[in-house]
């Protein structure tokens, strides 16, 4: 053994490996010819000055083109303690447990989920790796479970359908199209966080929006949404695969008895309709939704509970208009009221335009004016006319200001209803939430705590979803007087075809409702 004498640097043997390693340009040229330059290759981001650089340096310097088409930098993998991930210091989970507990395709979305795959560092901590599961992999899991359980109830054989003209389905598939076209497109390159992102968002589309707003129709055993749903599926497992790997193959096989997902081609997404119009309509409308919701939320009242109104002001109103049982339904509200957004509808129902003045953007451009004209949209002092924005009598262009809507909370209480809720939509209006609860939807909403409570005790006695039953309530005058009232909603929702009730302020085994009301429930299947 000697020592070669002709090294320059450790770097430049490192940087020698594409065509070192085949022994060129003594033999295998051929192979070296076609296999060079690499396509990927992926290192820790401190390899750019190091590996990287010198393979570059050689491949250009030798053959007159780069050594590599596509690169990854990663970050530093951090312990749980904020320091360097280190096998002396054991600090970070232990791996067979995270697989024991959550599966490897947990460990593998947190890996390929998270910025460390473009240059940041990464804490590793079990609770990062449990928000994958509850975010992507158990409503996934959960997404084919019902799919299952409502297949085998109906005795129906679902098929790879497009054809539904469902506006739910239409809308679902159209999503479907751009999930197949945006993870197509972050993958080619090599963005695995992109492509994650994109995959969560879906899977919180197809359980949180199509399932749960689909429910009475699987359970009316729709051949539509049962095929829908089954494509959807068999799509998303060929798409989430590569990052989801095993939970994709177990649902792959349960789904369509093939033999792997992995052996499947990618699909295509020009084989799926897409409709533009309704995607932007429906995303519309799943905003207002979500914004009303947080607005029951914050002001303590129960989903469960109607609401009289909820008045949505936006642009493009009349596209909502076909949605408008939609949103009554997902905010549990008796009427929708949809209104064009004018500056006479931002007056009337007390919401103002406020001005942001970006002042790295104005700064350079206006100079030591930027500290008065930030005072002067603050103060009101602004106008905005055909275009044009002046703040303190100087006139801003495009990107040193924004403009959005907040509600005017200088009006008196003489001037607002106190019992009415706003809430900003982010792509321009508001949501004005009535939260007047009369008599009568109180009683309703107590109605619909029962049918809830019912529906949990059917779960803990393990009846099918089918089963019918006979229903025991015990609560006060006033619960059973909503159920009462309401008996039609309770039978149908619950599968009640016998039902007795007793009036009493003594419970054994008492479930909460709203409203600080209790109830007593007892289920059996007849």
């Known amino acids: 053994m000697r020592r070669i004498p002709e090294v320059l640097d450790c770097w430049f043997e490192s940087g020698s490996m594409p065509f070192a390693q085949s022994h ?59 320091q360097k991930m280190s096998k002396s210091l054991r600090n970070y989970p232990d791996v067979n447990e995270v697989f024991d507990r ?36 158990l409503p996934l899991w959960n997404t084919w479970y019902f799919f299952s359980l409502y297949a085998n109830a109906s005795n129906y054989e679902a098929k790879f359908s497009t054809e539904s003209k469902d506006l739910l389905d239409r809308y679902l598939l159209s999503k479907t199209h751009d999930l197949v076209q945006e993870v197509e497109a972050h993958l080619n390159k ?65 789904l369509t008895g093939g033999r792997s997902v992995h052996l499947e081609s990618w699909p295509s997404h020009t084989d799926l309709p897409h409709d533009a119009q309704l995607v932007e309509a429906m995303d519309q409308v799943r905003t207002v939704s979500s914004v009303s919701s947080s607005l029951r939320k914050a002001s303590g009242l129960r989903v469960r509970l109607p609401l009289a109104n909820l ?7 009349a596209s909502l208009q076909q949605f408008a049982d939609i949103i009554s339904e997902e905010l549990n509200v008796k009427n929708v009221s949809l209104v064009e957004m004018s500056l006479d509808s931002t007056t009337e129902f007390g919401v103002i335009k406020r001005l942001t003045v970006n002042s790295r953007a104005a700064g350079p451009r206006i100079g030591k004016s930027v500290q ?49 809720h706003i809430g900003i939509l982010p792509s321009g209006g508001f949501v004005i939430l009535d939260g007047k609860v009369s008599a009568e939807l109180a009683a309703e909403g107590l109605a619909r705590d029962v049918v809830r409570a019912v529906q949990q005790a059917r779960k803990d006695a393990g009846l099918d979803v089918s089963d019918r039953i006979k229903l025991s309530l015990r609560a006060n005058d006033l619960v059973l007087a909503a159920v009462s009232t309401h008996l039609d909603l309770v039978k149908s929702e619950t599968l009640a075809t016998e039902y007795e009730f007793e009036s009493t302020e003594a419970l054994d085994k008492p479930v909460a409702l709203g409203d600080g009301e209790q109830v007593e429930v007892l289920v059996a299947k007849v």
């Not at 055909?386 to 801003?396: A, F, M, P, Q």
């Open 24 to 82: 060129y340009p003594f033999e295998n040229r051929e192979w070296f010819d076609s296999h060079n330059p690499g396509d990927y290759i992926v290192e820790y981001v401190g390899q750019t000055r190091g590996w990287f650089y010198t393979l570059h340096v050689l491949s250009t310097a030798l053959f007159d083109r780069p050594a590599f088409k596509s690169a990854i930098s990663h970050g530093i993998i951090l312990g749980n303690d904020g």
């Open 311 to 317: 008045t949505v002001v936006t642009k493009n109103v």
């Open 372 to 420: 008065a004209v930030i005072q002067a949209a603050k103060s009101g002092d602004w106008s905005e006319e055909n275009s044009i924005v002046t703040v303190g009598g100087i006139e801003l262009i495009e990107g040193e200001f924004e403009i959005d809507l907040v509600a005017d909370t200088s009006r008196s209480a003489d001037d607002a209803e106190p019992t009415d």
């Open 190 to 254: 090599y963005d695995s966080y992109s492509a994650a992102s994109s995959l969560r968002d879906f899977a919180d589309i197809l359980t949180n929006w199509y399932v749960r707003r689909s429910r009475d129709r699987f359970w009316e055993g729709s051949t539509e949404a049962f095929d829908t749903l089954y494509t959807v599926l068999e799509i998303f497992c060929r798409v989430a695969a590569p990052l989801l790997p095993m939970v994709t193959e177990k649902i792959w096989r349960g």
């Open 102 to 137: 959550d599966g490897a395709d947990a460990m593998r979305w947190f890996l390929l989920s998270s910025p460390i795959l473009r240059g940041g560092n990464l804490v590793v901590t079990e609770q990062g790796i449990r928000e994958g599961v509850r975010q992507v992999l």
